[in-house]
């Protein structure tokens, strides 16, 4: 009967009958079937036309259609399902976002991952902003409209609860390239930032140790939590990652931490006088010579050894001869700079994050479970995000995106997570893919999902990158139109 009413068939007032779709059961994936989905799109449709009944119902029916979704989320796995979700200028349209975030419901997701800060711009008022970035919505005549409150409170009308999704230290290309802000991004050995090492015009990474750069990313936190999310998910917490050769930091020049900040927060981890000038020659001449060596201990001959922050000194050191130790402080200078490049990585993210943490609002860091890996003998991935090292206090939302044809290197990065996740962390991985087919060699979230289940009885939250890659026509209708 409610098909026919949507096709606008049949005798009796439909709003006699849209109570109906409220009752049907989701699935065991918790999503509602396609008769259920037609009643409530047609109703939505006839509320947003101006219809006042039909307003209140479709107020109600969203409400019902939000507990069920609460309901089966507790007895089914997982219990948490979130969705990503980017949004566009065409979203501020009556009914378009609505449209999505039904949709969402309709697939039995009870979280919403809503970006927030992406690609240089902040989901925020122009007229309110008072941040370093441009706002999304710079149309003429939407300068006030808070399309993130606006989605935050459609969402909890609907049962979501929804997360501020945020880009971390990829501050964005405009901000990259204002003047007063140059000085605030990364470097490497060789003068680049990141728009000149990755070419897509979309890798602008900050200095974590510079304080302008703190400065201003703390304050659109604090901006991002007056719309009041459930939860704040910092994103792009690393460096970034080349191409080829490229994609393995093997040398001292591949570090990111030749901008000033930087530069002087590691001249600070110096504990005497011939560890600093051993670390400003090192930073400088990418090596450092048993002349070099030679020399500091003859110019400060009232210190033993050089020493820094971390720096293991045993007696046997003291008697070494300049052309012994020179290997040794080499291999150390080595491992120093490179500990302090992941751990302005681990201080960024542990600041930014008190910010939510301080009014009781969850925070999770996303990462790859193998940024954090080394390779070969002595080198790393480039992207040095040391995630084994973040809080265990935040949610570690890992993005295991492995292809093989099968699930079990998704499986295999996850069991990598959990290897070094205290027993208090929430892991909460993040899924790519289809719901229903696979695509290519990446399986079914369906698949993938199972294959967890399975594995990690422990894991009961998981997440679907993103809502672009489940329906690609609506992403596409709704970046592309105009307001």
């Given amino acids: 009967m409610a098909v026919s009413l949507a096709l606008g ?212 936190v604090k901006e991002i939590l007056k719309r009041k999310p459930d939860g704040v998910l910092f994103d792009y917490i690393r460096y970034p990652r080349g191409t080829g050769t490229q994609s393995v930091t093997a040398s001292v020049n591949d570090l990111w931490i030749y901008s000033s900040a930087a530069t002087q927060a590691l001249y600070n981890r110096a504990q005497n006088n011939q560890g600093l000038a051993l670390i400003e020659k090192y930073l400088r001449n990418r090596k450092i010579t048993v002349s070099d060596v030679a020399t500091v201990r003859a110019k400060f001959p009232n210190e033993d050894v050089p020493r820094w922050q971390g720096r293991i000194i045993t007696n046997y050191e003291k008697n070494l001869s300049n052309t012994q130790l020179h290997q040794r402080l080499q291999n150390d200078l080595w491992n120093l700079t490179v500990g302090h490049a992941a751990q302005g990585v681990v201080d960024f993210v542990t600041l930014v994050s008190q910010a939510p943490q301080r009014q009781g609002v969850p925070a999770g860091a996303v990462f790859f479970p193998g940024g954090n890996q080394i390779v070969g003998q002595r080198g790393f991935d480039s992207r040095l995000q040391p995630w084994d090292k973040f809080p265990a206090s935040l949610e570690w939302h890992a993005m295991s995106y492995s292809v093989c044809g099968s699930p079990q290197c998704i499986v295999n990065e996850i069991a990598r997570v959990v290897r070094f996740a205290s027993p208090s962390t929430q892991i909460i991985p993040a899924l790519a893919g289809d719901w229903d087919r696979a695509i290519g060699k990446r399986p079914s979230l369906k698949d993938q999902m199972a294959a967890i289940r399975a594995n990690f009885p422990q894991i009961d939250s998981v997440s679907h990158f993103a809502y672009s890659w489940q329906e690609p026509a609506s992403d596409n209708e709704r970046k592309f139109c105009r307001v």
């Fill in 9 to 220: 068939m049949g005798s009796l007032s439909p709003l006699m009958l849209w109570s109906q779709p409220a009752q049907a059961k989701p699935n065991q994936y918790c999503r509602l079937d396609a008769k259920t989905i037609a009643a409530k799109d047609a109703l939505r449709e006839k509320a947003f036309s101006g219809d006042q009944a039909a307003q209140q119902e479709y107020t109600k029916l969203l409400n019902d259609h939000g507990k069920q979704l609460n309901t089966c989320r507790q007895e089914n796995w997982p219990q948490d399902q979130a969705m990503w979700l980017r949004v566009y200028p065409c979203d501020t349209k009556p009914g378009v976002i609505d449209k999505v975030l039904d949709d969402i419901v309709n697939k039995g997701y009870d979280h919403l991952y809503l970006e927030v800060f992406y690609d240089s711009q902040a989901l925020i008022p122009a007229s309110q902003n008072n941040t370093a970035w441009p706002s999304v919505l710079k149309t003429p005549g939407l300068e006030d409209r808070d399309l993130m409150a606006e989605i935050i409170a459609k969402g909890h009308a609907r049962g979501l609860k929804v997360y501020a999704w945020m880009f971390g230290l990829n501050f964005g290309y405009v901000y990259a390239n204002r003047g007063d802000r140059r000085h605030v991004m990364a470097r490497n050995g060789f003068g680049q930032t990141s728009l000149d090492f990755v070419k897509d015009g979309a890798q602008a990474f900050a200095d974590p140790y510079n304080r302008t750069a703190q400065e201003d990313y703390y304050n659109l």
